[in-house]
């Protein structure tokens, strides 16, 4: 029995347990003709939805750390607040920096009267001794380049409108170069991750229209959401592929990242389904799945004949008629698996008085 049939069997077991029961109390004592109950197949859902689990991501997050070395002196950035694009986050002592750029300076001006005073002397100054005065000239102005960059380093600013996620280090800290000290989340945006069986990422794809919906914990509001990327190499587990999805920052929740999430996908059909419950569905010794057509022959009176289908799951426990029958037709519609193909049978009109 392939993968298929077989899921499809699990689905279909805990139904037909139930129904089994149903429909021998369908049948009063003493009569011939097994009243069964119909139902006309017609016109169903257009979609398909499935229901994923997904977690809030940042739009992006990331680690800030200084570039230099120095002991932390302005550390107020909160846990939890949220700070603007350009404000300070941390900053280090700034007087080592200071005198460094003092100090480069003045090397600097002394390596430029240097050398201004040997091009004076132009007669009685080698070429080399010029050439080393212009090269001092340089280190110099790299090191009052170096000692400016320390200094503009020294200060941490918010590279975006941001989420202070968590403090790594506590205030007075000497750290490293390259330390991170704090984690900012880009909120800008909300972020869902979902992982998306490989059978449903390529319908997905192919399919035009689809709609994706997420619906928080806290709210039984659904809101919209939209696919902004998706990792193209499926997981070694499972075989999923993961999807990002986006959406603005709802007014009326507070959303932060790690937490859950529901996300709704409701896939477009070509064509409109046939919908039948599980009960109607009959499972052959050969794995095959059928239903029941039912053919009156008078009033009350019918014969019912086994007729192969092709069906797929719904959300809802029903299943969806791919291909078999045609809307309009009648059908058994519980205890399919307790009449016999060919069998005569008589529609259930209820219970005598």
């Known amino acids: 029995m392939s993968l298929r049939r077989r899921s499809l069997f699990m ?6 347990a139930i129904s089994g029961p149903a429909a021998a109390q369908d049948d009063a004592p003493g009569d011939t003709i097994r009243p069964v109950r119909l139902m006309t197949v017609g016109d169903g859902a257009d979609g398909i939805t499935r229901q994923f689990f997904g977690q ?25 607040a949220e700070i603007a694009e350009g404000a300070m986050i941390a900053q280090l002592d700034l007087e080592p920096f200071e005198l460094a750029l003092e100090q480069a300076q003045l090397n600097y001006d002394q ?39 320390s200094l503009e380093n020294a200060t941490l600013h918010a590279p975006f409108d941001a989420l202070v996620a968590s403090r790594n280090v506590a205030n007075f800290t000497t750290v490293s170069a390259g330390t991170p000290v704090v984690r900012l989340h880009d909120m800008s945006e909300i972020r869902v991750e979902i992982d998306v069986p490989e059978v449903l990422f390529q319908r997905a794809g192919q399919a035009e229209n689809v709609m994706l919906m997420a619906r928080f914990p806290a709210s039984d509001r659904t809101y919209p959401l939209g696919l902004r990327e998706f990792n193209a190499e499926a997981s070694a587990v499972g075989q999923t592929y993961r999807l990002t999805l986006g959406m603005p920052r709802p007014d009326d929740l507070v959303v932060l990242p790690g ?19 599980a009960a109607a569905i009959r499972i052959g010794n050969d794995g095959r799945t059928y239903v029941m057509q039912f053919t009156p022959t008078g009033a009350d009176l019918g014969t019912v004949r086994q007729v192969e289908v092709e069906i797929a799951p719904m959300r809802d426990g029903a299943f969806a008629i791919l291909s078999g029958i045609e809307a309009g037709s009648e059908i058994v519609s519980t205890g399919a698996h307790a009449v016999r193909d060919g069998e005569t049978v008589r529609r259930f009109a209820g219970f005598a008085n």
Request: hydrophobic fraction near 50%; charged fraction near 20%; charge should be negative.
């Open 111 to 149: 390596a430029q009267r240097e050398l201004a005073r040997l091009e004076q002397l132009t007669s009685s100054v080698s070429q080399v001794a010029r050439e080393d005065a212009e090269t001092a000239l340089g280190l110099a102005r790299v090191a009052l380049r170096n000692a400016e960059y």
């Open 56 to 80: 809030v991501v940042a739009r992006q997050t990331v680690d800030l750390a200084f570039q230099v070395a120095g002991q932390i002196e302005i550390f107020d950035a909160e846990e939890g």
């Open 11 to 16: 689905c279909l077991i805990s139904a037909l």
């Open 259 to 277: 937490g859950s999430v529901t996300v709704l996908a409701r896939l477009p059909l070509a064509e409109r389904q046939l919908i039948v419950p």
